[in-house]
């Protein structure tokens, strides 16, 4: 329905706003104060995906986007965008494109 549309994009475009500042869902859930549980059927139910695959999407985009575009260093971009340690950037990169933050870099310098 309507209301669940309005929603799920309003938690897109908090996603966008605000993945540097938080990667859970709860975050997100407390800055449009429902539940995450809530949230959660709303995304899957109007998107087909659920809320921290967007979430991880977006903050992929943005990873990619850094390493490509940026001076910083892996290190400034792991938390830059709320990683605890390079290590954890380093494997949610890896577990998501399949390459190292220095492969997707060394990728776009060619």
């Known amino acids: 329905d309507r209301h669940k549309e309005e929603m799920a994009s309003r938690f897109i475009r908090l ?13 997100y859930a407390s800055l449009m104060n ?14 087909g995906r659920n809320a921290s695959a967007w979430i991880d999407d977006y ?4 990873a990619r986007h850094l390493l490509r575009t940026s001076g910083m260093t892996i290190q400034q971009i792991s938390y830059e965008l709320g990683f605890a340690t390079p290590s954890h950037f ?6 998501n494109t399949g390459l190292t933050p220095k492969g997707i870099r060394s990728r776009f310098e060619e």
């Open 59 to 62: 903050t992929l985009a943005v």
């Open 90 to 95: 380093s494997k949610f990169i890896k577990d």
């Open 15 to 27: 996603v966008e706003q605000n993945v540097r500042s938080s990667r859970k869902v709860e975050y």
């Open 34 to 47: 429902i539940t995450p549980k809530y949230l959660s059927v709303v995304i899957k139910e109007t998107t």
